[in-house]
Nanobody, 131 residues
């Protein structure tokens, strides 16, 4: 059984930075994507970024490009989301999720797959950005 546990959320002022971590326990497989979704108050959950295990290719939502960076430490089964230049509209619960790729790349996963359809899902960590 794979479990994903997020950490690193908190309260930060606009313009500040936070780093989220997601630790995966269990075997995800040889070819998987892992990344982050978020859900802001009153809004639908959306994909933020994901990374593929085989080549570390990444994909970002337009809303976070240039501000967020996703990286992985495979030895620690951990992915990190470095969030810089945070804005109040980044306030949300951030969820880690992973799936075996089934041959699809990161852009396909982030643009086409909903959080509920990912193979494995974390419980989330709250990020609050004050203005």
């Amino acid at each position: 059984e794979v479990q994903l546990v997020e950490s690193g959320g908190g309260l930060v002022q606009a313009g500040g930075s936070l780093r989220l971590s997601c630790v995966a326990s269990g075997f995800l497989g040889d070819d998987y994507v892992i990344g982050w979704f978020r859900q802001a108050p009153g809004k639908e959950r959306e994909g933020v970024s994901c990374i593929r295990s085989t080549d570390d290719s990444t994909y970002y939502a337009d809303s976070v490009k240039g501000r967020f960076t996703l990286s992985s430490n495979n030895a620690k089964n951990t992915v990190y989301l470095q969030m810089n230049s945070l804005k109040p509209e980044d306030t949300a619960v951030y969820y880690c999720a992973a799936s075996r790729t089934k041959g699809y790349g990161t852009s396909w996963w982030l643009l086409n797959v909903k959080f509920g359809n990912m193979d494995y899902r974390g419980k989330g960590t709250l990020v609050t950005v004050s203005s």
